[in-house]
């Protein structure tokens, strides 16, 4: 954990996603978007169907881990390899419904600094956190997860 990055790996994975929220919403109050009529319109019917969907996904994930008696901490040793569920999609459910949601709150309250800070919480994740996490994964799982990775992709 040489990386200065992985600091954040203390933070839970949902609360880097709300911090780079809040960043966004300061933004937004310092340098207010406009949108136009049409897109004001569609767009928190657009962010509550993001919201919810995105919302769904990452409590499905979460319960499946709950059920399977295994830990959501990056870097920490799980009890259980699941591959069912929304993660026979994706190997990152949890994270894909996190952005969804994310999206849906941008959507929703009609901002757009949010969304455009969320490429750097999707790098920090994709590059720190979801390292961190297969590494173990292939310590524990070592067969089981190669074969997994070669099946399921790490996003959609």
């Known amino acids: 954990m040489n990386n200065p990055s992985r600091f954040l790996l203390h933070v ?91 999206l849906g709150e941008a959507g929703l309250l009609r901002q757009l600094w949010p969304i455009a800070l969320l490429p750097i919480v999707l790098a920090y994740v994709n590059w720190t956190v979801i390292p961190v996490e297969e590494a173990k994964l292939t310590e524990v799982f070592p067969d089981e997860y190669r074969q997994y990775q070669s099946r399921v992709r790490r996003w959609i």
Do not use: C, D, Q
């Open 12 to 102: 839970p994975v949902p609360w880097v996603f709300v911090l780079g929220y809040l960043v966004g919403i300061a933004l937004e109050r310092v340098h207010r978007t406009i949108l136009t009529p049409s897109v004001a319109y569609w767009s928190p019917i657009a962010g509550a169907a993001l919201f919810l969907a995105g919302t769904a996904i990452a409590a499905w994930a979460w319960t499946i881990f709950r059920r399977a008696r295994t830990t959501t901490v990056p870097g920490k040793s799980s009890a259980t390899l699941v591959v069912r569920g929304p993660y026979r999609l994706t190997r990152n459910p949890m994270y894909v419904g996190l952005t969804l949601a994310y």
